[in-house]
């Protein structure tokens, strides 16, 4: 039998292997250049994803662009004299670079508790947007007309400010006035949107560590895509024997896929701080520009919204380590691809360029998902485990009727006590207190209407109206406006009764 030598194998093989495809080609391809400056933004938001959906980190295994980018972002966790050397930045925690917090929350004000929380986080900021995307229910009201408080426009002089109460006198003749026609028209519209008033059950009290369970999304079938076409633009390269070419790309697979599952590795997890035994209710208010939540609860569900944050947490913090060299990993990827790919053939130049190619148009797709909606789908779902009835959402017309319509809602009315005790400091103590929070105005009219409408929501009135003794000492002009107010109180209370709101809330109380 004839065993031929091997460098009769060898040549053998070398004549099977077609001639390489372009190379007698005179263009050129800057092709290192590509890798250097192509999609870094796109594969920085696009590693952002990583800790958000269940799996991604198993995903990464493509010659992806930007690794120069991701290194210098991410190699920011990494703490000590060598990673603060090659990675500078200010110093950060892992939950805010990766956009799981920093967010600035809504005001928060519990009148049961007393807490009161100038910024009630990125929670707070989450459930806040979802609730601005329910769908809400018109009640019936007075348009208010437009007012300025402290308006100051670019190139409008201290002479030109229309300064007034927001609760206060109405502007007059706004097309007349001085203010610039950019200035009217924002005016115009902020008197036409209404005033959104949301009532959300928070029945879940979640425990003070949580590690919610991550969406799925068809990211595997995608992710196959890029990974396909690295995997046989590699293959192809090294058929052609273009070594260079073949080695950089499987460098690129390589680092790529280990810096996303290192990275990925982090455990998403829920943490808020458990109330004292016997803690009063956390029922309160979240308050924005364009309303406010009404948020219902005992005081461990409620301040999981208000306290509760997002983190990450990695077996290799405080240092983080290995984020440290896999960020170094990527660093050497970008330097060595900027400086061998040139020696590649065209075809091989192609082929990397090709991969890349795929690979920015997946980083694309990932980048361009709303990481916010992924947190607020964990946080009601997962977290808060809040069903769509448990959340209603009303439209009014004007802030007087959202302020007695919250008071409604929040307001806990014992029979017995209003027989037996003093019904104005119930009154003073209870409703007052929460229309003077919403409706701060410091003058006669206004304080009249707080106490008014404060009694008859203790005594539990019927129908909110004004006795002749309501406006004794006020003048004609003061008694208009207090009759308005009332009017505006009373379809806050039908509202309350129609839509049945009394048994939205009684299930805490």
Known sequence: MYIPSTQAATSLLRRSIPQIPLSDAKFTLDASGVAGIFGGDEAVSAMATVHVYQGRKWLGWYNSPGAYEISKRYGQLAKSRLWSGLFPGPGTDPATLFELDGQKGPRFKSFVSGTMLPD??????????????IKGIPIAGRVSKPAVKE???????????????????????????????????RLKKDAKRPTLVTVVNLDNVPPDTLFPTLPRRHSQLFASIPIFASVAACVLSGLFQDWWAFTMILLGIVTSGWA?????????????????AGSPPGDGILESSSGVVV???????????????????FGSEPEYSNIGIASTMLMIQFIAQLLLIPQATLFGQLMFVMSLGVSWGYNSWLSSLDKEKIQRKILMRKVLKLPEENMS???????????????????????????????????????????????????????????????????NRSEFQLDCS?????????????????????AARKAYHEHNMEAMTSRHR
């Open 260 to 276: 996303c599952w290192v990275i990925g590795s982090g455990h998403f997890t829920f943490s808020h701080p458990i109330p004292a």
């Open 470 to 490: 309501d406006l004794v000492g006020l003048q004609d002009r003061d008694q208009k406006l207090l009759m308005t107010l009332c009017e505006d109180a009373e």
């Open 151 to 185: 308006v100051k426009e670019e190139g409008s002089s201290d002479k030109d400010l229309a300064s007034v109460q927001t609760l206060g006198k109405e502007v007059k003749d706004l097309e007349k006035s001085r203010l610039d026609p950019k200035t009217q028209l």
């Open 295 to 313: 948020l219902i609860g005992e005081e461990g569900a409620v301040n999981a919204v208000t306290r509760g944050r997002f983190s990450l947490q």
């Open 120 to 133: 009630s986080g990125h929670l707070g900021a989450l459930l806040m947007a979802e609730c601005e995307e």
């Open 393 to 459: 959402k009303f439209t009014v017309t004007t802030r007087t009727t959202m302020a007695v319509l919250v008071c409604l809602i929040l307001s806990r009315i014992d029979p017995p006590k209003v027989l037996d005790d003093n019904v104005e400091e119930l009154a003073r103590d209870g409703p007052e207190k929460i229309l003077h929070y919403l409706i701060p105005n410091d003058t006669k009219v206004w304080n009249r209407f707080r106490r008014t409408i404060a009694l008859q929501i203790i005594e």
